[in-house]
């Protein structure tokens, strides 16, 4: 079966935070559950980029409702600032779909100083959910849907150096991390879940090989795309599946269905070992508590 855009079911009533969503398979995500009836808030680090996705699908579709809200994962201050102010003015969340992150970038710090890869793509959706769970727990049916990537296979996480201070500085290590990461939180956000009772999911996907800017720093990526990527519209097919689909179950993975899950439709695929290692979950948890600072209060 291919599960496209036609399978989505209607999101009349629910409301939707999409990070990352003024380009690539956020803005897609975005797209497709404000064509489906959501209230999304595209939740983007650039006002002058968010305002204008936000004007580009209420061109496309007038009755939509998608909305701007300044968030910079790249600080964990702005992400309590985007938090309580999403709390302050909203009494449900059903969907939080932590997508935005940077891939393979030179060495940089975040405000708070941890390496910008980890810190973007793990801590600050770590901190957001943590602070939006509560309003999650509340909303029927909630959904955390976290992006991952086919490089967790390469990730190991270096409990002992996880901001690469002590080792060399390696782009690709890194955003191997930080993916590894994404599965990791998702598993043990799931088996928290669990315990407390109720029916919010924890849920992953990949996007595949996927033409996107977020590819900007590496030149092998972009000089293979004509050969081996998809658009950023069929990228986003796995997110939306898991965010939407009714028969997705908590701590379930959704890639594309081709060769090495590069292209294709989205369905439910594998993890590593590595990705579901409870000890490893379970550690990344509280040190990512330690890191930021926020407690993830799920019972």
């Avoid at 399978?7 to 803005?27: E, H, L, R």
């Avoid at 992150?101 to 890869?117: N, R």
């Avoid at 999911?201 to 000089?223: E, K, N, Y």
Wanted: hydrophobic share 40%; charged share 20%; aromatic share 8%.
């Amino acid at each position: 079966m291919k599960w496209t855009h036609d399978d989505i079911p209607d999101q009349t009533g629910k409301i939707a935070i999409v990070t990352g969503a003024n380009t690539g398979i956020g803005f897609e995500t975005a797209r497709a559950l404000a064509k489906k009836g959501a209230r999304v808030i595209l939740a983007c680090r650039s006002r002058e980029k968010g305002e204008a996705a936000v004007a580009r699908i209420a061109a496309e579709q007038p009755q939509s409702r998608a909305e701007f809200a300044a968030l910079d994962l790249a600080d964990l201050d702005s992400v309590r600032a985007f938090a309580e102010s999403f709390v302050g003015q909203n009494d449900r969340l059903d969907l939080l779909i932590n997508n935005a992150g940077v891939m393979m970038c030179p060495e940089s710090k975040t405000a708070q100083g941890y390496e910008l890869q980890f810190g973007v793509n793990h801590l600050s959706h770590f901190a957001l959910t943590a602070l939006l769970l509560p309003l999650l727990r509340t909303t029927p049916n909630a959904r955390v849907v976290t992006v991952s990537s086919m490089a967790h296979r390469s990730g190991k996480m270096a409990f002992d150096d996880l901001n690469f201070t002590s080792r060399g500085y390696s782009p690709m290590g890194a955003y191997c991390q930080s993916k590894l990461a994404n599965l990791l939180f998702t598993f043990e956000l799931q088996r928290k879940l669990n315990v407390a009772g109720g029916d919010t999911i924890a849920v992953a996907a990949h996007p595949g090989w996927t033409s996107t800017d977020l590819q900007r720093h590496t030149w092998w990526a972009r000089m293979l795309n004509p050969l081996f990527s998809m658009s950023p519209e069929k990228g986003a097919l796995p997110t939306l599946r898991a965010a939407t689909a009714p028969d997705v179950k908590g701590s379930e993975y959704y890639g594309p269905n081709g060769f090495r899950e590069m292209r294709g439709y989205p369905v439910r695929v594998g993890k590593t070992d590595a990705a579901k290692n409870p000890e490893d979950a379970a550690r990344l948890w509280t040190v990512s508590e330690e890191m930021t600072g926020f407690r993830a209060e799920v019972l």
